[in-house]
């Protein structure tokens, strides 16, 4: 079964660090680009960064530059979002998503083959 698993989100406070976790099984985790999307509550979802691992190319949004840092474990077939100096404004529920087009800019925009269920992150002021 192909499938993607968020973990690690949770109620933090501003200032403060959260890691969270894509697990991925059913398919080649080589072959595809692992994203993280939000969806702030009343807003559109939006990507945040994407991972390719097979080539080391990463995408990061503007607005979270300097303060998320994506990796992945190809033993794990995982992929993380470590997010430091939290914000108000990064109250979301974050979502992974596979596909095998090219991790950039572009690739939060379309069909994406597989997404997660999601997993809350709250950021009190």
């Known amino acids: 079964e192909v499938q993607l698993v968020e973990s690690g989100g949770g109620l933090v406070q501003a200032g403060g660090s959260l890691r969270l976790s894509c697990a991925a099984s059913?398919?080649?985790?080589?072959?595809?680009?692992i994203g993280w999307f939000r969806q702030a509550p009343g807003k559109e979802r939006e990507g945040v960064s994407c991972i390719r691992s097979s080539s080391g190319s990463t995408y990061y949004r503007d607005s979270v530059k300097g303060r998320f840092t994506i990796s992945s474990d190809n033993a794990k077939n995982t992929v993380y979002l470590q997010i430091d100096s939290l914000k108000p404004e990064d109250t979301a529920v974050y979502y992974c998503?596979?596909?095998?087009?090219?991790?950039?800019?572009?690739?939060?925009?379309?069909?994406?083959?597989?997404w997660g269920q999601g997993t809350p992150v709250t950021v009190s002021s």
């Open positions: 059913g398919f080649t985790f080589d072959d595809y680009t």
């Open positions: 998503a596979a596909d095998q087009r090219r991790c950039g800019v572009n690739f939060q925009y379309g069909y994406l083959e597989v």
